[in-house]
């Protein structure tokens, strides 16, 4: 699996966009692009994820750039309770036994207010 | 999104003791999970692979014989840490995905095991 750089930080403040960017470029054609975040003493929990083209849920919105080298996650209106750890992770597509997935250092986001 | 549990959130034991930590799928069904272990300040370090049925697939530098893996069933994988040492106290965290090319994987909300 490719792999990804984070900012080992982040500051945000409460009601802002906080947006987190992520480099991959080595990542390859059928690669996707998926994060998560672990708020602290927690197990991680899915956002999003995509391939090229944009992607928006509930959560987050996804911006690829058009040649993937990078990617930003972006929380629209940041809240004290998005304060996590947020980790890029660049993979194929699950295929049985090789569905595994490498965390990395990740960035730590602290929101305030 | 899917729930995936584990139990115990905590647990302390004795050194040379063993401990089963369980992990459920509790509204689909998982032929693959995972284990990870995590210690203050660092990522996630995967240790396992818990295939269904067969034997699992363990990380380099993972002791096989330490660290037991069953996945008797479609909906539950247990890890046991047999003889454990101080050395082993850790967040462990399982992960299971739905059957499917791109589906996102759920993580165990993690237990925190501490040895004395």
């Known amino acids: 699996d490719a792999k990804t750089t984070q900012p080992p930080s982040m500051d945000c403040a409460e009601g802002r966009a906080a947006n987190l960017p992520c480099n991959h470029s080595t990542i390859s054609g059928n690669e996707y692009v998926y994060w998560y975040r672990q708020i602290h003493s927690q197990g991680p929990q899915y956002i999003i994820h995509g391939l090229k083209n944009n992607e928006t849920n509930e959560m987050a919105s996804l911006i690829i750039t058009e040649d993937r080298k990078s990617s930003t996650l972006i929380l629209p209106h940041a809240t004290l309770r998005d304060t996590a750890v947020y980790y890029c992770?660049?993979?194929?597509?699950?295929?049985?036994?090789?569905?595994?997935?490498?965390f990395g250092t990740g960035t730590r986001l602290q929101v305030t207010l | 999104g899917a729930v995936v549990s584990q139990h115990p959130s905590r647990v302390i034991c004795k050194s040379g003791t063993s401990v089963k930590i369980e992990c459920r799928s509790l509204?689909?069904?998982?032929?693959?999970m995972f284990w990870y272990r995590q210690f203050p300040k660092q990522s996630l370090m995967l240790m396992a692979t818990?295939?269904?049925?067969?034997?699992?697939?363990?990380e380099q530098g993972v002791e096989k014989d330490k660290f037991l893996i069953n996945h008797a069933s479609l909906t539950l994988s247990t890890l046991t840490v047999t003889s454990a040492h101080p050395e082993d106290s850790s967040f462990y965290i399982c992960s299971a995905r739905r059957t499917g090319a791109n589906t996102e994987a759920f993580f165990g909300q993690g237990t925190r095991l501490t040895v004395v």
């Open positions: 509204d689909f069904q998982a032929t693959t």
């Open positions: 992770i660049v993979r194929v597509p699950y295929t049985g036994t090789a569905s595994k997935l490498t």
């Open positions: 818990s295939n269904e049925g067969s034997k699992a697939t363990y």
